[in-house]
């Protein structure tokens, strides 16, 4: 009984995740307006439209990549208090043993960015611990953020294109609608940082969910009744 409420539960939340990835995606877009224009955007999508050409025509860069990967599934895992064993990356593959993990741990490393995380990470500390000091690099950062989440984004529909066993554990429409769903979520928050535009991000983004819900339930029930 317990199995088939969890398949239950599972199909009730893709229709979910769909709607509210819709919902990032428009709010993104609408939020945007209020985005500051300046040289930094476009090194950073220079960077993204760069790594997207490099990674899908030329090196795919593989053994970074299984590094990132596994240790995204490792970091997940300790968060999570779960116990963790052996790990191991090669060329092509790797794997690390990780006691009972949930869904959370499993899907990480395709809704996470590892290394844009991490280029994220290192720039945010100098700037804390040095300020103003990097300003002459800014650009070189910015086309560096753009150059790893294309990275990610290239890599992660790779690797879901060879059928992922990490998608079979929950089954795969799940899975991929989680997947869908994260990234949405992951890109606008880290935007909002950026940019510093909560307050216009977050309200745009409860006013789609609302719009959706207002089309999409309360309209049709009002016409049932």
């Known amino acids: 009984m317990k199995k088939i409420a969890g398949i239950f539960l599972r199909w009730l939340c893709v229709p ?35 790594g997207s050409t490099l990674f899908t025509m030329v090196s795919r860069m593989t053994p970074l990549y299984v590094f990132g990967h596994e240790t995204t599934h490792w970091i997940m895992a300790k968060l999570f208090f779960k116990e963790t064993g052996k790990f191991r990356c090669g060329g092509s593959s790797g794997y690390v043993e990780i006691k009972n993990p949930n869904v959370w741990i499993i899907l990480a490393p395709y809704f996470i960015p590892f290394y844009f995380l991490l280029f994220t990470g290192i720039w945010g500390l100098l700037d ?28 992660t529909f790779i690797a879901l294109g060879k059928g992922q066993a ?13 997947i869908l769903v994260m990234n949405a979520l992951l890109f606008f928050l880290a935007t909002l940082t950026v ?11 409860w006013s789609k969910i609302l719009l959706l819900l207002q089309n999409l339930i309360l309209e049709p029930l009002t016409n049932l009744f």
Request: aromatic share 20%.
């Open 16 to 50: 979910v995740f769909l709607l509210l990835t819709y919902a990032l995606i428009w709010a993104e877009l609408e939020a945007a307006v209020f985005f500051p224009k300046d040289h930094l955007t476009w090194v950073f999508a220079g960077g993204f439209l760069l």
């Open 195 to 205: 940019t510093r535009q909560w307050k216009h991000g977050f309200y745009s983004l």
């Open 166 to 178: 990490d998608l079979k554990h929950k089954g795969k429409v799940f899975s991929l609608s989680m």
């Open 128 to 155: 804390l611990f040095y300020p103003g000091a990097l300003g002459t690099f800014h650009p070189l950062l910015a086309g560096l953020l753009g150059l790893t989440y294309s990275y990610h984004l290239v890599l």
